[in-house]
């Protein structure tokens, strides 16, 4: 009766329509007609309806700025994993180099790949990244950027960047990210020269000068071309590195070769060429294998973002079928050359049609790219015999493959690019489709650059190794093996015997001066 009273009260003062729609606003009216189940959705649906309708006004500035975080997280992921494929890399040249190689020396060739990379990283972080995509002059890059250190306010791009590393400011990810990519193929192109000069270098001394290429030889030419430096203002293109990447590992694997001299017995007093058999052409297979999956990390990855797709299927497509027609060209070759179908030459071969593609993979078509591929690896196999002619001992055919076939690459893009499928940019169209000498000229003044500064440079730092801590083990160290001599270690069981036997087999067909002659220390 209370409340009765307390609500006939409130009602005296009020209009005759709202005395009778005031029922909907009553408390006791929705507890005397309603179910306690029927009063709980009362609540529940205004809440509904509020949220409906702040979501109507809310979301269209939320979405757009979604969307461009996962875009930002889409790039950066495909970027990591591409970069992952391309360090997963480092364990194809181990399995390569060590299959190769004899047995002797398979715990120092793995040694010098496990830990090659681990000292790039120091390099490339502490000085290298800073030299090589800071801004600059054309020939270095000098605004810092060391240990990563400097402005830059990454993914923002183009004319929304503001940083030290403008040449970067193309793609959409974190500084990181960028770094961690470039990273990986610094580190490959240290794991070059580990090849070239396998064998009978000291370990200590392969460690400086790893350290030395990384920090400082490959940055500079890098800048040239990546970050903005005079080469990239003449229009080079090198789209993943035909010779960032492998032209420029060549020419440093081929200066110490000459530098160390072949290995003891290769040659004979009368110059002709001694087989020094791999010892296991299996892991060196495997090795192979996981090199060609790591390309697809290579070349697609260095889009640097996912885009719509396209660009990424297509240069995986050049990609593969490069190594595909390299590889059969120099199965053919050498089958009909050599008398005999070589796995050593299909495994180069492959390897040569990879490299050869790397160059101008975004801007070539397929059939473009099996012609590529097919040269490359008919270039593979004659390469082997003509640095063989010139007393230059590569155990792993590291300078065929990468320094060879890294400027056929890089010449090939002037011959073959299609501007008309890239847009403006894109390098020009290449002479074989109507676009004259106008791209192909700057790909060979850039050639002849990278390779006159890097022969020089690395030259010096051979050099320097050789009159302070010495670049060659010593003979009976040589023929012992660098895994006794160098590590202390054996690869595999019955290890001690067979270098013994090796050592009498040498020991018996020269005399001490002799061998040292062989070895050109």
């Not at 800071?134 to 020939?139: E, K, L, N, P, Q």
């Not at 996912?306 to 089958?335: E, P, R």
């Not at 060879?404 to 020009?428: E, M, N, R, V």
């Amino acid at each position: 009766m209370r409340k009765l009273s307390l609500h006939r009260s409130l009602n005296q003062g009020l209009s005759p329509v709202f005395r009778l729609q005031n029922k909907w606003f009553s408390p006791d009216w929705y507890a005397r007609k309603l179910t306690p189940s029927w009063q709980a959705c009362i609540p529940i649906a205004l809440l509904i309806v509020m949220t409906w309708g702040y979501a109507a006004t809310a979301a269209p500035p939320k979405l757009d700025d979604m969307v461009a975080e996962l875009k930002i997280g889409m790039d950066t992921m495909w970027v990591m994993i591409a970069g992952m494929l391309v360090f997963f890399m480092n364990a194809g040249f181990c399995m390569l180099e060590a299959g190769f190689c004899r047995q002797k020396n398979a715990v120092n060739v793995l040694a010098k790949n496990l830990i090659v990379f681990a000292l790039s990283t120091i390099a490339f972080w502490a000085i290298g990244f800073g030299l090589m995509f800071s801004d600059g002059s054309g020939f270095v890059g000098t605004s810092g950027g060391f240990f990563l250190d400097g402005a830059d306010n990454s993914p923002a791009t183009l004319d929304d960047y503001r940083g030290i590393f403008s040449s970067l400011n193309w793609t959409g990810v974190p500084l990181g990210a960028k770094f961690f990519f470039q990273l990986v193929f610094a580190g490959t192109a240290a794991t070059i020269v580990s090849g070239a000069v396998a064998e009978r270098i000291k370990f200590a001394s392969f460690l400086v000068f790893s350290l030395l290429l990384v920090g400082i030889a490959y940055p500079i030419t890098g800048h040239w071309i990546w970050g903005g430096g005079w080469l990239y203002k003449l229009g080079f293109f090198d789209f993943a590195g035909s010779t960032v990447i492998h032209a420029v590992g060549g020419w440093s694997a081929l200066v110490g070769a000459l530098f160390l001299g072949p290995r003891v017995g290769k040659y004979n007093p009368d110059g002709t060429a001694n087989a020094i058999p791999a010892h296991n052409m299996s892991i060196a297979t495997l090795g192979c294998l996981i090199l060609w999956l790591g390309w697809f990390g290579f070349n697609p990855g260095s889009t640097m973002g996912v885009g719509n797709g396209n660009a990424l299927v297509h240069i995986a497509l050049v990609t593969n079928t490069g190594a595909a027609f390299g590889a059969l060209a120099a199965t053919l070759v050498a089958w009909a050359y050599l008398g005999k179908p070589d796995l050593s030459m299909v495994i180069n071969g492959l390897l040569a049609g990879l490299v050869s593609v790397t160059a101008p993979c975004a801007f070539i078509s397929l059939p473009s790219a099996a012609v590529i591929g097919t040269v490359g690896g008919i270039l593979v196999v004659f390469a082997v015999g003509f640095f063989d002619r010139l007393k230059i001992d590569d155990p792993v055919g590291a300078t065929s493959v990468h320094l060879i076939c890294g400027i056929w690459g890089t010449i090939s893009l002037g011959l073959f690019s299609q501007a008309d499928k890239f847009g403006s940019t894109g390098p020009k169209a290449g002479l074989l489709f109507g676009g004259g000498f106008e791209q192909l000229l700057p790909q060979i003044i850039g050639t002849l650059a990278v390779a006159g500064f890097t022969v020089v440079l690395t030259s010096s730092f051979w050099l320097l190794l050789k009159a302070t801590m010495g670049i060659r083990v010593d003979v009976d160290e040589e023929l012992m093996g660098l895994d006794l001599s160098e590590h202390s270690m054996e690869a595999y069981a019955g290890f001690v015997k067979e270098t013994t036997d090796v050592h009498s087999r040498f020991s018996d067909k020269y005399s001490p001066a002799e061998i040292t002659k062989s070895g050109s220390f």
